[in-house]
């Protein structure tokens, strides 16, 4: 049987592609494990330096396979929470904890938890005919995954509520021009474009890009004096990476830097 | 400075801050008897010492200390637990009357955390756990664990802690006023650097007299604390430092304190 995820390191990327293409890369708990696996490697390899998330198929993520979550009357109600807590919220912690930029190209339907695992990338590029879609609401549940907590900073909270308690359908450009996403390509360009950004990342200081990503993901808990000692205390560990050194001395010699992520 | 410990890493800063990092990786630097002795003669040089201003206790970037040494307790029954030295040690540390700093990464269990609830200020890095997850072996905490935690972060939490045996992170930990600071992991060890040196500034015998007055607040009724504080800040009054520290203030200069 073939993998649920497929990881892929070239050129300090590591490609992690979601693969239950007839499912539309809904999870289910061997994804679940695979995924995390996937991404604790990305992050232990030192040679990785950015981090690429798509799927596989004409879908990005369905979320949840549902099919794992049929309710027959008469069975115990279910446990939602248990699944929640063992995979979807370590899974968020570990994207958003990932001291390397994770990129999300999202190649198709991103619905449910697929749509607020790609939010949680720090970098998202969509397909034109990719979509984004909060389906929770339609069979009684709340948005996962984040959701609940990203939708409301990235879009502002009329959008967050009025996607979340409809569920409708958003478009990858309508994505791009909120502001959920960082870009809307073209469907055929859309690996070529994220790739090229992952390349381009991981050539750059990565210590340094992971301590901005932890800045900025702590900005909207901390008060603007716990902020900027957040910042002094990142600073004082940027200004002793290698990278800074070279970063300096490259631009009195006046030559391009070259990072090692060190 | 004696500063051999098969256990420990020792190191004195220019500031006056001893930093002792726990050094039984493999270990998960589990608080054995022997290196809770060598913490001790540690902390009794770093009190003989008038260089010694402060002391920061690590475990490194990923560890703090993640409970006793099980092999050394199975082996003893009741009347071995009895006799066992353990408790006089963990009073050692307790009497320890310079500024002790906690920075604390990865897990603080059991021992562990028992150990940072001795330390009178305490940082931790995001991620980490700390807990008393002795209960799920079928004991329970036995270097004031319940007593001192009870008392640091109230009864609801605690007894969940103690009951469950399931630990809390450093952000839950922080609200309940176990440590004082979270930070990232790779800084921990900074962050308490800063405080300790910032303290190491201060006069050595006001920092003495304010820690005693501190530790003593667990103990007593609130009378007998504000004599106990009162008499302290009484005794400062005879002190150099104390001239040293207002006529700098009124000369708006940097006080040079010598401990007098």
Redesign the interface.
């Known amino acids: 049987m073939e993998s649920t995820i497929l990881l892929q390191v070239e050129a300090g990327v590591a490609i992690i592609t979601l693969n239950r293409p007839k499912q539309l890369n809904s999870f289910n708990p061997e994804m679940h494990k695979a995924l995390k696996k996937a991404l604790k490697d990305a992050e232990q390899d030192d040679s990785v330096r950015a981090i690429l998330l798509t799927g596989t198929g004409r879908g990005f993520c369905a979320g949840q396979d549902l099919n794992d979550r049929n309710v027959n009357s008469g069975e115990e109600m279910p446990d939602l929470g248990e699944s929640i807590e063992k995979f979807y919220n370590p899974l968020i912690k570990q994207i958003s904890a990932m001291p390397k930029p994770v990129i999300a190209a999202v190649n198709g339907v991103a619905a449910g938890a697929g749509a607020n695992i790609a939010l949680a990338c720090d970098i998202v590029f969509a397909a034109e005919s990719a979509s984004f879609i909060q389906a929770f609401c339609k069979i009684g549940l709340i948005p996962d995954s984040g959701g609940t907590w990203t939708l409301p900073r990235v879009i502002g909270m009329a959008r967050a509520k009025a996607l979340t308690l409809l569920g409708d359908k958003v478009s990858a450009s309508q994505a791009e021009e909120w502001g959920m996403i960082w870009q809307c390509v073209a469907d055929d360009e859309l690996i070529e474009k994220a790739l090229s950004v992952a390349n381009h990342l991981a050539t750059q200081p990565t210590k340094g890009l992971g301590f901005i990503k932890h800045a900025l993901n702590h900005s909207s808990q901390n008060r603007l004096d716990e902020q900027l000692e957040l910042e002094k205390d990142l600073q004082r560990l940027a200004g002793r990476t290698q990278d800074y050194r070279e970063g300096i001395s490259a631009f009195f010699d006046k030559r391009a830097p070259e990072f090692k992520g060190k | 400075m004696h500063t051999d410990y098969s256990d420990l890493l020792v190191e004195l800063t220019q500031q006056g801050v001893l930093v002792v990092t726990l050094n039984r990786p493999e270990k998960r630097n589990a608080l054995s008897n022997g290196v809770l002795s060598q913490l001790i003669s540690c902390l009794d040089m770093a009190a003989s010492e008038s260089e010694v201003k402060t002391v920061v206790v690590y475990g490194g970037e990923t560890m703090f200390a993640a409970g006793a040494d099980l092999n050394e307790m199975s082996t003893q029954h009741a009347v071995e637990t009895w006799l066992n030295p353990r408790p006089q040690l963990w009073q050692r540390i307790d009497q320890f009357e310079k500024p002790l700093i906690a920075a604390v990464n990865g897990y603080a269990l059991g021992a562990g955390l028992e150990l940072v609830l001795l330390c009178d200020v305490v940082v931790a890095g995001e991620?980490t756990l700390f807990g008393l997850p002795e209960i799920t072996l079928g004991l329970m905490p036995g270097a004031g664990g319940t007593q001192r935690l009870a008392r640091t972060i109230g009864k609801s939490l605690a007894n969940q802690m103690v009951l469950t045996g399931q630990a809390i992170t450093a952000q839950t930990a922080r609200e309940a006023g176990l440590i004082s600071e979270v930070?990232?992991a790779?800084?921990t060890l900074?962050?308490a650097l800063d405080i300790a040196s910032t303290i190491a500034q201060r006069a050595p015998l006001a920092v003495r007299a304010a820690k005693a007055s501190l530790k003593s607040v667990p103990n007593g009724t609130l009378s007998q604390g504000l004599l106990m504080e009162r008499q302290l800040f009484s005794l400062l009054a005879e002190t150099q430092d104390r001239a040293e520290g207002i006529q700098a203030f009124l000369e708006k200069r940097k006080a040079t304190f010598e401990g007098k």
Request: no cysteine; aromatic share 0%.
């Open positions: 991620g930070t990232i790779e800084n900074n962050k």
